[in-house]
């Protein structure tokens, strides 16, 4: 059975930084692309970064330059380093793997960004 669970959100200042993390069980981790999506009330989920299992990485226009994302293959985890932070990225976070027995989510992390 696939699972992720993230961590590390939180309430934050504007302008301050944040890491969340996701780990993954129950699939073979290093071969998958992994993704970070986020949501608001009221509106659908959105991919703001990718990784590929070649540790390749793409990032949504409105978080590129301020948000990093990164895995480690041994400790079966992604994580997004988020800098610079700003209301509007106020959100549930959610990780996602699409696995041959389909896609799989986390329960969602809280970030507030808010002074």
């Known amino acids: 059975q696939v699972r992720l669970a993230e961590s590390g959100g939180d309430l934050v200042q504007p302008g301050g930084s944040l890491r969340l993390s996701c780990k993954a069980i129950g699939l073979n981790f290093r071969l998958y692309d992994m993704h970070w999506y986020r949501q608001t009330p009221g509106n659908s989920r959105d991919l703001i970064a990718t990784i590929t299992s070649g540790h390749n990485t793409e990032y949504a226009d409105s978080v590129k330059d301020r948000f990093t994302i990164s895995r480690d293959n041994i400790r079966r985890t992604i994580y997004l380093q988020m800098d610079k932070l700003k209301p509007e990225d106020t959100a549930v976070y959610y990780c996602?793997?699409?696995?041959?027995?389909?896609?799989?989510w986390g329960q969602g992390t809280q970030v507030t960004v808010s002074s």
């Open positions: 996602h793997v699409r696995h041959s027995n389909g896609d799989f």
